[in-house]
DNA sequence: TCTTGACCTCAAGTTGACTTGAAGTGGCAA
DNA sequence: TTGCCACTTCAAGTCAACTTGAGGTCAAGA
């Protein structure tokens, strides 16, 4: 059976085996057994860290993407809850568009302070949440490396 | 004139003063004044604001924000960073379209683990980092509340 | 003038997501 | 059989980004 090493997946993954056992410790990612000490990984693990990379990406903690895509697949969201995440993720892409546009702006533009720079100012005005005084953004969480 | 004082800033852009002042404090945006005590804003800070908003959720630490867009509105990075950024956000909406459309799919799909539905898998090679043993992600960091 | 309440400062605490370090284990090549 | 070394556990440390709390200040309405 093609069962992988965590020190392979690890490297496959680019994720640090560190971060893989504390993973499977908050029960995120499952290994199917060991080799000794090593942990052994399914294959379709590797799936399941592309899927959490993606969700750390759209702000989502490993708590809320561990109940969208489970363990071994299975969730333990409503349906509704699923779909509202799938907008929250719509209205970050439109954010997204526009910073992009925006940085592209900064990046050409030849006006001292952008904040003075009209076309500047409209690329913003389509920002999604530019005007709310709504409380948190999509799944907005902090960051970090 | 009509500067926003602290209080109306927030509830105008949905951000605690406890936050605002600490934008302040790391230099991310600027207060024009005091009025008494009271820190007062200038209308663009709501622009601002959004713009911070948007660079959180695309994954930039507050220092990279800062660097990009500057507290008033001057950037301090060359012109090819930027681009560089804006392409980093390209790969990550790639990456979120990729996730809305995995998410749509496990609200709807009724096989009971989704890693052995052949469409889910088929959604997920799409992902722009699904198969990167490359080190971290376009802004990648963790989020937080 | 007096009170109120929203602001102020500064230090310390919190949170999520890891990372690091010390001390131990076990499969495998020599 | 002996080393080696990549793994193991567990506790503690780190980091960004805030938040909280204690104690203080001041403009404006009663």
Redesign the interface.
């Known amino acids: 059976m093609n069962l992988l090493d965590i020190g392979v997946l690890s490297?496959?993954?680019?994720v640090p085996a560190s971060t893989l056992r504390y993973y499977e410790e908050i029960g995120l990612i499952e290994s199917l057994g060991r080799r000794g000490l090593r942990r052994q990984f399914g294959p379709?693990a590797?799936?399941?860290l592309?899927?959490i990379?993606?969700?750390?990406?759209?702000?989502?903690?490993l708590e809320e993407i561990k109940n969208?895509?489970g363990k071994?697949?299975?969730?333990t969201l409503p349906?509704q809850a699923?779909?509202q995440?799938?907008d929250d993720?719509?209205v970050?892409?439109r954010?997204?568009?526009?910073?992009?546009n925006?940085?592209?702006h900064?990046?050409?533009c030849s006006a001292?302070?952008?904040?003075?720079?009209p076309k500047?100012?409209r690329l913003?005005s389509l920002?999604p949440?530019?005007?709310?005084?709504?409380?948190?953004?999509?799944?907005?969480?902090?960051?970090?490396?």
């Open positions: 490297e496959r993954s680019g379709e590797l799936t399941q592309a899927l990379s993606m969700g750390k990406t759209a702000g989502f903690s969208a895509f071994r697949g299975v969730s349906r699923l779909h995440r799938a993720i719509d970050q892409i954010g997204l568009i526009t910073l992009r925006a940085l592209r900064v990046a050409e001292p302070s952008h904040m003075e720079c500047f100012r913003l920002a949440y530019s005007h709310a005084p709504t409380e948190a953004q999509p799944g907005a969480r902090a960051k970090r490396k």
